[in-house]
T-cell receptor, first 114, second 112 residues
Framework: NAGVTQTPKFRVLKTGQSMTLLCAQD?????MYWYRQDPGMGLRLIHY???????AKGEVPDGYNVSRLKKQNFLLGLESAAPSQTSVYFC?????????????FGPGTRLTVL | GDSVTQMEGPVTLSEEAFLTINCTYT??????LFWYVQYPGEGLQLLLK?????DKGSNKGFEATYRKETTSFHLEKGSVQVSDSAVYFC???????????FGAGTRLFVKA
């Protein structure tokens, strides 16, 4: 049981390049989330999904797109990377309808945009 | 809307000192409350949780009690170790919800 995995772990992009971050979970969770973490800013929600085939905008969605074609995978895309997107990206997942739905986090992807 | 406020860090303590990290929340309804910990270079992981008023969550020597009257969930540990150096996040999920509201995080440094 691997939990939540993210690939890649590190990436360096040039401004204007595109990339996709992959998140996979093997806990059969309905909900998945993408966050970014910047120094002194805590966690900010980018996009989330409440089930296969659904996505929704979070707090800071601009410049990112997501897809959830399979229940276990949640992809985060950057179509045209900008230096402001330099950050550490975390994927998380959580279970079904419950009032105490803890989130399980991946190890993170450290992205640098030059 | 719902929110979580926790004390600003960094907090620097000597080994075996007593730790308190304050957390207060604003929420309608009856939220569940959580503390997550993030060790250097890793993702967040759940440390402890409490789902109703007066519940005490505990794990690894850490404790926090859900105080509805003061809307607080302060994290405490009687004797910290160097290995407790990490960032601690207070969080809530409101009744019937699924999105977690996180505080800004408090960095703890423990010196040997």
């Amino acid at each position: 049981n691997a939990g939540v995995t993210q690939t890649p772990k590190f990436r360096v992009l040039k401004t204007g390049q595109s990339m996709t971050l992959l998140c996979a979970q093997d806990m059969n969770h309905e909900y998945m989330y993408w966050y970014r973490q910047d120094p002194g800013m805590g966690l900010r929600l980018i996009h989330y999904s409440v089930g296969e085939g659904t996505t929704a905008k979070g707090e800071v969605p601009d410049g990112y797109n997501v897809s959830r074609l399979k229940k276990q995978n949640f992809l985060l895309g950057l179509e045209s990377a900008a230096p402001s997107q330099t950050s550490v990206y975390f994927c998380a997942s959580s279970g079904g309808q419950s009032s105490y739905n803890e989130q399980f986090f991946g190890p993170g992807t450290r992205l640098t945009v030059l | 809307g719902d929110s979580v406020t926790q004390m600003e860090g960094p907090v620097t303590l000597s080994e075996e000192a007593f730790l308190t990290i304050n957390c207060t929340y604003t929420a309608t309804g009856y939220p569940s409350l959580f503390w997550y910990v993030q060790y250097p270079g890793e993702g967040l992981q759940l440390l402890l949780k409490a789902t109703k008023a007066d519940d005490k969550g505990s794990n690894k020597g850490f404790e926090a009690t859900y105080r509805k009257e003061t809307t607080s969930f302060h994290l405490e540990k009687g004797s910290v170790q160097v290995s407790d150096s990490a960032v601690y996040f207070c969080a809530l999920i409101n009744t019937g919800g699924f999105k977690t509201i996180f505080g800004a995080g408090t960095r703890l440094f423990v010196k040997a």
